[in-house]
């Protein structure tokens, strides 16, 4: 007989990873373990296994997926043989979506997400013993009728097992939630308060709107009383909600490293420092693993009035009202991006690689110097302002928009610029859903 198989389905790349990785160390060599990332795909896979004449124990489906659900696909494949048993493993199936498994599939299990090693081991051997030894009492009537008797045995209670672990699906629920509520209790106590922010620059904002609870951007500041020098930065990891908000938790920790020193530290010193301790805590030169974070960094003398910029693909803008050209300390004059009004609004470009390890990265981040006046004001961001679909059109908002918002808010008092930008986005997104984490940083020095 061919080496039966077991068959994955999830749309999530990590969980079937997850999955083939504990069935194989479980199962070792007498079966194989095959993963698909749609109900179509499965279908596909059946058909091929069968014509093949590779038995099919067991099939292991979640329940929110593109295109077909998983209650959808487990109805079909019991249509074609109602000997393989079903499992439904999600995290989000609704009493209906179970219902209908158990009812129009002949639904062997349903466990909810995150699942228990040794819970789901024990489910899927009892499934394939089960199967064949379903098999071997087919070969008989008698073996037929007890098979029916079993059957109509489980139905009658599994109503029942449903609402159990429904209820068990929605305390967990609660659980997760309250858990996240926790963690942006943890993530609010990384970001620099109020007071700190306003005793290292008296005339700033920030507008810091997470999409969920927690959030991948975070914002830094930095004050070396001594050197009166003023840290300070806008970040954008890779992601949003609680994946997101680790990476922003590892980057803010990386920041306040690369800054315990007597010495100056240039932004891009810091930036090198960052980077390499991403890529050194996740592993990612062996690894596939592509997280990392987007940001700006500024340093600023406040007794030199200079500015030394570095940007992660982040640029940063600067505003002026005055005819007096923004400089670098080299002495070269950089050119404005938008005027409005006598304002010149002008983007000091970053590097084009992340905070992390990637294939078109460079060894080193570049370092701006540029010269202040008194009265410019600074601005770093995060993209999710300017991504936001929103308006008649259901457009993003792009940077040209964004650059006339800030020239339209120049020099006025910070707590209405934040309001201003607030009721702006706002009043793009209209009854959209917000699609990322927001994080705006205004400065005037």
């Not at 000997?83 to 439904?88: A, D, F, T, W």
């Amino acid at each position: 007989m061919k080496k039966p198989t077991i068959i994955c389905v999830d749309d999530e790349r990590m969980i079937l990873n997850s999955l083939r990785s504990q069935l194989r160390r479980h199962l070792g060599t007498n079966f194989t373990v095959e993963t698909v990332e749609s109900g179509n795909e499965a279908l596909e896979l059946y058909q091929e296994l069968k014509e093949d004449g590779y038995p099919i124990p067991v099939i292991i489906s979640d329940q929110i997926m593109p295109g077909m659900k998983g209650d959808e696909l487990l109805t079909k494949l019991n249509k074609l043989d109602a000997s393989i048993k079903k499992i439904l493993l999600t995290g989000q199936a609704s009493v209906e979506a179970v219902g209908n498994a158990i009812n129009n599939a002949s639904l062997y299990r349903y466990m909810a997400k995150p699942w228990e090693i040794e819970d789901l081991n024990l489910t899927v051997t009892e499934a394939i013993n089960s199967y064949f030894k379903e098999n071997e009492l087919k070969k008989s009537e008698k073996a037929r009728e007890e098979l029916i008797n079993e059957l109509k045995s489980v139905n009658e209670s599994l109503e029942e097992k449903v609402q159990e672990r429904t209820q068990t699906l929605e305390q967990k629920n609660r659980d997760i939630t309250s858990s996240i509520n926790y963690a942006k209790l943890i993530q609010d106590s990384i970001l620099p308060s109020e007071q700190k922010i306003k005793t290292a620059l008296p005339n700033s904002f920030v507008l810091y709107q997470p999409k969920d609870i927690v959030s991948g951007d975070f914002y830094w500041i930095n004050h070396n009383k001594e050197m009166d020098k003023v840290y300070f930065s806008v970040a954008d990891s890779t992601g949003h909600g609680v994946p997101g908000a680790f990476m922003s938790i590892i980057g803010s920790s990386l920041f306040n490293e690369a800054v315990k020193t007597d010495e100056f530290i240039k932004p891009n010193e810091i930036f090198n420092y960052v980077k390499e301790g991403i890529i050194k805590v996740l592993n990612q030169r062996q690894t596939a693993q592509k997280d990392g974070i987007d940001a700006a960094l500024v340093s600023y003398d406040k007794t030199k009035q200079t500015i030394y910029f570095s940007g992660a693909f982040n640029p940063l803008y600067i505003i002026r009202d005055t005819n007096q050209p923004l400089v670098t300390l080299e002495g070269e004059i950089i050119d404005p991006d938008m005027e409005l009004e006598g304002k010149k609004l002008y983007s000091i470009k970053g590097d084009k690689q992340p905070l992390a390890h990637h294939a078109d990265s460079t060894d080193e981040f570049t370092v701006h110097k540029l010269q202040a006046n008194e009265g410019d004001e600074l601005f770093l961001f995060s993209d999710g302002f300017v991504d936001q679909f929103g308006g008649s059109m259901n457009k993003k908002y792009m940077r040209k928009r964004f650059k006339q918002l800030l020239l339209s808010v120049f020099g006025k008092p910070n707590e209405q610029q934040e309001s201003t930008l607030l009721e702006a986005f706002n009043e793009w997104k209209g009854s959209f859903e917000q699609v990322d984490d927001i994080c705006v940083m205004g400065v005037r020095l």
